[in-house]
């Protein structure tokens, strides 16, 4: 769908709290799934709420 990186990572002060950098190579794919209500209902299941989610743009910058 264009996801091409996923990393997951947990708080290492509270291991219940969960954050994710996924990398897309275009924004039509972000918005379909984010906006498919079965991903919300499968959130639902996992975490206590549903996730703040924002998009972000690469900027340009060198990265290492």
Known sequence: MGNTSHQAY???QNNKEFFAIDVWDNLESIQ???SD???AAEFGR???GQPEVT???DAGWLQF
């Open 55 to 57: 998009v972000w743009a």
């Open 10 to 12: 947990l708080n290492a």
């Open 46 to 48: 996992l975490f206590e």
């Open 32 to 34: 379909k799934l984010y």
């Open 37 to 39: 209500p079965n991903l």
